[in-house]
């Protein structure tokens, strides 16, 4: 009977020279792996350490900054005292979009400001979603009134905000 031949597998090199080579290459392959799974890279902490303000601090420093009691701000934002609450005493509370732009027009923030809130939230002011461009068209003319903004949002079918 004639033996049945192997599937096709690399073949391993037989010559002196060439697992040599191999050991070499296995050897160097060793010193460059990535670190274990779970194991942050280098640098990574150090780079952490340089994190800005989260969403709720920088909300409150505006706040401070503005002269207005945090009552009046979360009511001109249609916030209720339980979000705000939340807000308040969570630094790692994740708002909703229309949360964060609602505080921004009660605040009478400028749109580099209103950036820098959304910012801290994990959002963006795009320049091309149309409740990103409606709620930019009213803050570069300055008006706050967050009825008008909504009315403009339901009038192009975009989400309101806190109403």
Same mark, same amino acid.
């Given at each position: 009977?004639?033996?049945?031949?192997?599937?096709?597998?690399?073949?391993?090199?037989?010559?002196?020279?060439?697992?040599?080579?191999?050991?070499?290459?296995?050897?160097?392959?060793?010193?460059?792996?990535?670190? $274990?799974?779970?194991?942050? =890279?280098?640098?990574? /902490?150090?780079? &952490?350490?340089? +994190?800005?303000?989260?969403? #709720? !601090?920088?909300?409150?420093?505006?706040?401070?900054?503005?002269?207005?009691?945090?009552?009046?701000?979360?009511?001109?934002?249609?916030?209720?005292?339980?979000?705000?609450?939340?807000?308040?005493?969570?630094?790692?509370?994740?708002?909703?979009?229309?949360?964060?732009?609602?505080?921004?027009? $009660?605040?009478?923030?400028? =749109?580099?400001?209103? /950036?820098?809130? &959304?910012?801290? +939230?994990?959002?963006?002011? #795009? !320049?091309?979603?149309?409740?990103?461009?409606?709620?930019?068209?009213?803050?570069?003319?300055?008006?706050?009134?967050?009825?008008?903004?909504?009315?403009?949002?339901?009038?192009?079918?975009?989400?309101?905000?806190?109403?």
């Amino acid at each position: 009977m004639e033996p049945t031949a192997e599937p096709d597998r690399p073949r391993i090199p037989r010559s002196l020279e060439a697992r040599e080579a191999l050991r070499t290459y296995l050897e160097a392959a060793a010193h460059d792996v990535p670190p $274990a799974v779970g194991e942050p =890279p280098p640098g990574l /902490a150090g780079y &952490l350490a340089h +994190a800005d303000l989260p969403f #709720s !601090r920088r909300l409150l420093r505006h706040i401070r900054e503005s002269g207005l009691g945090e009552v009046e701000v979360y009511k001109r934002a249609h916030v209720d005292r339980k979000l705000f609450s939340k807000i308040r005493s969570d630094p790692a509370y994740q708002p909703r979009k229309t949360t964060v732009v609602a505080f921004a027009l $009660a605040l009478r923030l400028s =749109p580099d400001q209103t /950036a820098a809130l &959304l910012e801290s +939230a994990g959002y963006a002011l #795009s !320049r091309s979603a149309p409740f990103d461009l409606i709620v930019r068209f009213f803050l570069e003319r300055k008006v706050y009134d967050i009825l008008q903004v909504n009315d403009a949002l339901y009038e192009f079918g975009q989400p309101l905000l806190n109403a």
